[in-house]
């Protein structure tokens, strides 16, 4: 099955300044790259997806690079604010409901 | 407001206990999952529902129980727990199984200590 390693496991990063996590996956097959953020006491929630057709993606301060031949992808958060501290999964899969997701990475931003 | 919700948010149970975790989900989505959410751990897929149809249960041991009777509520029966199984229980919702553009809308989750 797909397995999916996560780096850093976790990140402090000064507000203002940028944060970058990368993942890698094993099955090439996989078409379809999520990222979840988990705030304290809630569940996740979906922030960015891209699938292998597409190589970047961008929605305001998030970003999301994909790079199927050396099967990694990476989430970009420009201008941290306070409010971006939480937990954020990367997952991958071959269709849109088995995701196998990475271990997560515990952002700090530092006012 | 989450359109996921789940009950309770905390559970402590024994290990001869039988309790029952309950999701309701009001987005009109057609399929449902449960996900286990360990310390440091990727999540892990337990079970998922289409249609109220189980389409995958992923090597989970019999103590734990789904019931799914509509598209818009999915349960976890709980029985002779073991403490490992300790957790985060994350109930999930899509609009559909295997299609582009339907991702994952989770509920808050229920945390379990079983003792």
């Known amino acids: 099955g797909e397995n999916v390693e996560q780096h850093p496991s976790t990140l402090s990063v000064q507000e203002g300044d940028s944060a970058v996590i990368k993942c890698t996956y094993s099955d090439s097959a996989s078409n379809y790259f999520p990222w979840y953020k988990q705030e304290l006491g809630k569940g996740p929630q979906l922030i960015i997806d891209?699938?292998?057709?597409?190589g970047e993606k961008k929605d305001q301060r998030i970003a999301v690079t994909l790079n199927k031949t050396a099967k990694h992808f990476s989430l970009h958060i420009t201008e941290t604010q306070p409010e971006d501290s939480a937990v954020y999964f990367c997952a991958a899969s071959r269709d849109d409901y088995k995701l196998s997701f990475g271990a997560g990475t515990t952002v700090t931003v530092r006012a | 407001e989450t359109g996921v919700t789940q009950t309770p948010r905390h559970l402590v149970m024994g290990m001869t206990n039988k309790k029952s975790l309950k999701c309701e989900q009001h987005?009109?989505?057609?399929?449902m999952y449960w996900y286990k959410q360990s310390a440091k751990k990727p999540l892990e897929l337990m079970f998922v529902?289409?249609?109220?149809?189980?389409?995958e249960n992923n090597s989970v041991p019999s103590r734990f129980s789904p019931e799914c009777p509509n598209s818009s509520h999915l349960f976890l029966h709980l029985h002779t727990l073991q403490p490992e199984d300790s957790a985060l229980y994350l109930c999930?919702?899509?609009?559909?199984?295997?299609?582009?553009?339907?991702?994952?809308?989770f509920g808050n989750g229920t945390r379990l200590t079983v003792t």
């Open positions: 987005l009109g989505h057609n399929a």
């Open positions: 999930a919702s899509s609009q559909a199984v295997g299609i582009f553009g339907s991702p994952l809308h």
């Open positions: 891209i699938r292998s057709n597409v």
């Open positions: 529902y289409s249609l109220e149809e189980r389409v």
